[in-house]
């Protein structure tokens, strides 16, 4: 492609040495060079191809899927990834004053002279710090001003399947499993480096099925298709991860051991995106593991995917790691477990997993409601699994619910309290103690592409009405071990608004982004009223959106962007009885 015009890159390692980490808070953010980085010459490379993560490095470096990408693309001779993270506040007043442009931590190279920048969408808040970065690196925000001189803008990751309201920002987006497809790509684009921007990405979005070019449609929209990895086992997996400098928020050697999830719950997106369901070998998972431990010297295993506990083979992988492991002193950490299998496990799970406590995801504290949101858990083994662990020396539990989901009601806001209080006592039986119970409470957002994707949201009354309704309840029974912790209202209410909808919502994110929004998933700097006035401005009502509710047969701004098919969805739905509730 003629932008591929093999220019050398500006690389600004004095600047960056003399002028920007001097002034900075966290240095070791910005320095790259760690044990294990793969850095090579960015000018014997035929595509350079910047990997970028729209938030702070600690966060970027415990992402499972922007390590496997980095390592499957730097295996490939003639392509170069290098890690671009979002800097924080400070580091970014830094730039601006001394005009010092987003580099990559790698070579120090400009991000605006890589060929292709590739965002992880993760989340529907991080949109406006994908326009942060774009603005730092001197690229034009929407594709439609960008020329021949300016990289290739690549969207992928979750988002990707509903990625409507930021289409204009992109070039192209690649949906679905990325490790085989990037690479398709990849070579793609090396090969016709002497066509135009506009040609490239036509000829792209005709050739894969899994490239999505917005641009190119906006009224009718082809179906496109996830990219899929079929054969897990010998998928590319990183052998030497990145030991970062500073402490990541999971650092650990994580592995898949298994993609996709059988459970069909009404509300998760990536149970209905990421099938068909394949598992990788107990064998290969410690093969993975002996090769990362004896790069890094990570003391903690993370055994990863949508639904651990379906994997079907868990309790000999334990038993494998735990025999080479256990005498390292390297613990076993795993993600929320089915009660059903995580009774079956507790002899293994007490000698590997650290006692610091259990996670389950009951989600609903009602038998009832759970079969509402299709979560096939019962009260019976839910407290037969507590109470095992109990026996096993667990002193903590903590459990995920998720308040106005439909059907709910009064009582099933106030069961979740007596479900907790009810497991705390429960280990007075067993040692005559009270647990700990800390209960994480997230407020249901439809998301696109899932049965509940056509349901409204409750308001932000009804979430700080049940917020209440737990507080009292908690107060009442002065249940002092009991400790609940609470999604933000106000940014859910915002994922629903943006996640649902169409590209009129590209002028509300950049409105936001003009009047000031960035790091929307951070506390110190999320502003909503920054985003009411950027919904007005653009003349949409942003608490009409959240609450929408799509009719049965509704064009919705999502369906043709992979995931399963919108016939198998409505019948999922309908079954689930929540439509007339």
Known sequence: MIFMKNKK???????????????????????????????????????????????????????????????????????????????????????????????????????????????????????????????????????????????????????????????????????????????????????????????????????????????????????IKDAVVEDLDNSIVPEKPIVPFTQAIHERISIEVMRGCPGRCSFCQASFCRRPVRFRKPQRILEIAKKAYATTGFDTIGLLSLSTADYPYLEETISLLNEYFQPRRVGISLPSLRVDVQLKLMPKLATSVRKSGLTIAVEAASERLRKIINKPITNENLFAAVEEAYKNGFENIKLYFMAGLPGETHEDIKAIVKLCYELAMLRKKVCGKTAGINAAVSWFVPKAHTPFGWQSQQSQQYFQQAKETILDEKKRLGARFLNFKFHHIQRSVLESAIGRGDRKIANVIENAYRGGTKFDLWDECFDFQIWLNAFEKAGLDLVQLAARKFEKNDTLPWEHLGGPEKDYLRKQLENTGAENL
């Open 9 to 223: 890159p500006i690389i600004l390692t004095d600047l960056v040495r003399q002028q920007f980490l001097p002034f900075v808070r966290t240095p070791s953010r910005y320095i790259g060079g760690e044990v294990n980085q793969i850095k090579k010459d960015l000018n014997e490379c035929a595509l350079k191809f910047a990997l970028c993560f729209p938030d702070v490095y600690e966060i970027g470096m415990s992402h499972t899927g922007m390590a496997i990408i980095y390592e499957v693309l730097n295996r490939q001779p003639k392509i170069a990834a290098e890690r671009v993270f979002l800097p924080w506040l400070d580091a970014q007043q830094v730039m601006n004053e001394k005009h010092i442009p987003l580099y990559s931590l790698e070579s120090k190279a400009a991000v605006r002279d890589f060929d292709i920048v590739g965002f992880s969408l993760t989340n529907e808040l991080c949109y406006t710090s994908v326009l942060n970065a774009l603005d730092l690196a001197g690229i034009p925000l929407r594709s439609k001003d960008r020329t021949e001189e300016d990289p290739i803008i690549l969207g992928g990751a979750g988002m990707a399947n509903c990625c409507e309201p930021v289409a204009p920002f992109f070039d192209m987006f690649l949906l679905g499993q990325a490790e085989e497809a990037v690479v398709e790509l990849s070579n793609f684009l090396i090969e016709n480096k002497n066509l135009t921007r506009k040609e490239i990405l036509k000829s792209a979005a005709q050739k894969f099925p899994y490239i999505y070019v917005p641009s190119l449609y906006e009224n009718s929209f082809p179906k």
